[in-house]
Structure formats: C-alpha cells, structure tokens
C-alpha cells in the first residue's frame, strides 16, 4: 500500500542541502515505498538535464514586442474574431516580418516607431482590468464585452513609409492565457479617440509575407488535419524555396515519412538521406527506421539489412528495435 | 536510498531585483526595458518550453513565442509577489500546457493509418525498460490529461522545478491548495506507473 501523503517540504529542504538526519531518514522511508515520489524525484532530475533549444532569441524578442503592437493597432475584435488563431506567435510574426528582420539592430530605422507603438502599448491605463494581480490568466468575463480601445498613439501624424504593412493580425487577441491584456473600460476622455487605430491600417488588407516558418506551420496543419496531399505540398515548397531554413531538415524528414506512407519508397529515401546528411540528430532514430522501410518496400534486402543493423547500433533500445530484429531475422534481445 | 534531488531553480531568481526595476519600468511603457527583460529572461522561457513540449514538438517555436507575448501583455499585472523569473516560467507552463492539450485532442481525431506520430512524440513507457526521455514523457503526456490547475502545478513542480512555496507564489493560491494539487497529482501519476508493469519494475529496480 503506497501511501496517498507525499512529504513536500521534506523534497524541497533536500534540494535545498537542509535535510537534518532524522528528515533523510523520513523521506527515505517514503520514497522506499511511493513508486509516484521515486518516479517524480528522477523525472525533475531528468528535465533539469534537457539541453537549451537553438532558437533566435533577438528574433523572437522583437516579433514579440512588435506583434503585441500591431495586435492593439486593430480595431476591438467582436465576439467572433476573439476565437484564438492557431498559431499566433508565427502568425504575428510573419504580420510584422517587415519590420522584425530578426534582429533590434534591422529595425533600427523604424526607431522612430516603434517606441511608440509599444509605448502606445504598454501605455499605463486608469481604467486596466482589475483581475487577480499575481495571475496572467486573463478572466474571460471581464474581456467578454466588446470594449473601446484607447489608442493614445500619435502615429497617425507621421504616416509610416516605406514598410506599408503596420496591419495587425486579423484576429490579434494573443491564444496566451495569460495576457493581463488591459481591457478599456468606459473612460470618456479617452473613448472619443478610437478612430485613429483605423487609419493607421491600410485601406487595402494585404496578406502577410510567406516565410519558411508560415509555411511550415501551414504544412504541419495540414497534415495533423489529414490533408496529407496539401501537406506534402507545402513541405516541398519550403525546400524549394528556402532550402536552407532551419525548418528544412524536420520538413525533409516529415515529408519523406509522408512519401514513404503514399507508397513512394525511392523519393522518400531521398528526403531521409537527405535529412541524415544535415546533421540534425533529433528525428534520427525515427528516420533510420523509416529508411530501412523504404529499402524493404524498394525489395532492396541488403541496404534493409545494413539499415535496421545501423539503427540497433546506434538506438539499441530503440521502439523500433523489436521490428529491427525481426526483420533481420534475429531473437529480440530482452 | 538515495538522497531525493529536487533541483532548485536558478539561485539568481531569488535576486532578481535587476529583473523587478526592468518590469516596472516596462509596464510603464520603456520599449528598452521591456525588450531588455524579454532578453534576459528568453532563454530560461525556452528551455523550459523545450522541458515541458519536448525537443520536436511542432509547437515548441510558436509557444515560446506566445509566452513572450503573453508575458508583454501581463507585465501590467506584475506585482513583485513572485520573481519575474517565475511569473515568466509560469506563462510558458500555462501556454505549454495548453499547446500540448490542442496536441492531444488534434491526435485523438487523426487518421490513424498515417503513421507519423513518432515523429514527433517519443514512445510511451510501454517497451522495455525505462530511461530519462520516457519518464519525461510520461509527466509531459499526463499533462494533457489532468485538470488544468493540477497540470499547470504537476508542471512547474516536476518539470520546472519549483519549490511548494514558489508554485504557490506565482500561481497565487494558499500553499495548502497546492500541496492538494501535488497530491492529487501524484495519486494519477501513481495510477499511471501501476497501470504499466514493465515501468514499475523498472522503477523498482532504479530506486
């Protein structure tokens, strides 16, 4: 019988280096009998392990800053464009691509605006939602109402040339739970100077630029909704257009995973040499053995063998291991 | 035995008083400041969204971009109850969380003759035996099944790292509420390592 009471703060003094003898002695007792505190003390050693991700830090810093932005640019959603995009953050960042460029330093000519995009943003407000202050979750009542925005932004005096794109997404409000996003209330004063949100918007709605993220997502959405035709589509897309990207790899290893499950054997290789030959480890063990089913249906025995023996090297304890062995015609190890 | 190892979060999030002056001054409206901020704390936001999704969750990129959003947009809020450290982390939990349940519900409508999971969800704790990405999935997969309030503290306890009276601070309830939280928690992470006897016995053997 595990028990149901788990001693907490007796983890937390250990982390800490605080454990007296007695303590140790307790939450060894514990953990010798709770399969769930055992599992749970190796699991956070096991997380606090996982690697930092390669991402563009300035890149993401500044689609932040600017699509939070451009979102409050946009006249008050109705009720029915409050539903939350899909994939707002690339959404958004593929809205102000013109203006990020990856970088503070490539947005250097636009200093003049986005200070006060953001300022106009982050401008403090009497009339802010008075939600719980410690939580970011944003309380749906208080933003059901459509409200009045105060946009307090002098950007209308200077209209914005050349990059003619400021429009916000269509529908900005962010899918983040969070967003203490300040809901204007009735404030008189203000309330009377909402149009200017209006004319910073072009007449004439242009769709965002296509970048290797968009049409990545576009690609992965299409194929976790089982329009694999589109998806394959669009991956191929991405490599023809931007060969280099850094969603190329994944994309070559997804579509030849794809190819391979349309029954096109000989250019789903081609995809996964070609995603071994990147370098990118993180599909590796799903790609050898997507490989190794490719050379099986192209009835190419030995290069099967030689895969699924490639596989075992490197991933012995691969999920696929069992498939492996049989294959090769070998016992499973246990 | 050995001796429990709950990895304390960064020592510096304790001191972050650094941090505290470039909120407050953001949520005044300072775009250096704020940019300032979101570039100090990006990489703990990142690495926690890569602990809490996995290295090849599709959404990894877009919900560590949300969760800079969402924490532009809630810096107003910020009171200084909790580190902004973890006010930040608490947003990736909670988009984190929430990515992985659009996750789970997109597979349970897929077509299951298209075998592309593994591609991007690593196996399950159901093949032999028992190693570190396994057990990560499990907590991760348990994630989007437990009630919210439960997953987002299962999250920043286990995955993140928090301490019972950090999880408290920055969630904003009575550390009582949170110990029922972890508690019951655990009582569905139980089920789910008693349901599978190859991972219990691993564990067993672990221990």
Known sequence: MMPDLHPEELFDKAARGELNEGERALLDAHLAQCAACRFAQQATADFAAVAMPQLNIDSLVTNALLARATADLAPAPTEARRRPPRRFGLLAAAVVATFAMGSFAAVGQWTGVLPRLVAAVMAPRTDVDPSPERSPRVNPRTTAAPAPRVLELPVVEQPVTPPPVVEAPPSPPSRVAPAHRPVVAAAPAQVETPAPSVDVTPDIPQPPPETASSVFAAANRARLDGDRVQAMGRYQRLLTTWPDAVEASQTRATLGRLLLDQGDPANALTQLDAYLASGDGTLREEVLSARAQAFMRLGRDADEQAAWRMLLAEFPSSIHAARAHARLGEPATP | MTTPLRLVTDASARKNSGLDELARRGAAGETDAIGALLKAVAPAMIRSAQQLLGSTHLDLDDVV???????????????????????????????????????????????????????????????????????????????????????ETLALRIVLGFSLEEVAEATGVPMNTVRSRVRLAKTALKKRIEADPQLLEALEVES
Do not use: K, N, W, Y
């Open chain 2, 65 to 151: 971009q949300q969760s800079l959003i969402g924490l532009v947009q809630a810096l107003p809020a910020f009171r200084g109850e909790c580190t902004v450290h973890h006010f930040a982390l608490r947003i990736v939990a909670r988009t984190a969380v929430a990515a992985r349940r659009r996750g789970h519900l997109r597979m349970d409508r897929r077509d299951d003759e298209v075998d592309v999971d593994s591609l991007e969800r690593p196996a399950g704790p159901t093949v032999d035996g028992v190693d570190a990405e396994r057990r990560r999935e499990l907590v991760r997969s348990l994630l989007s099944t437990l009630p919210e309030e439960q997953a």
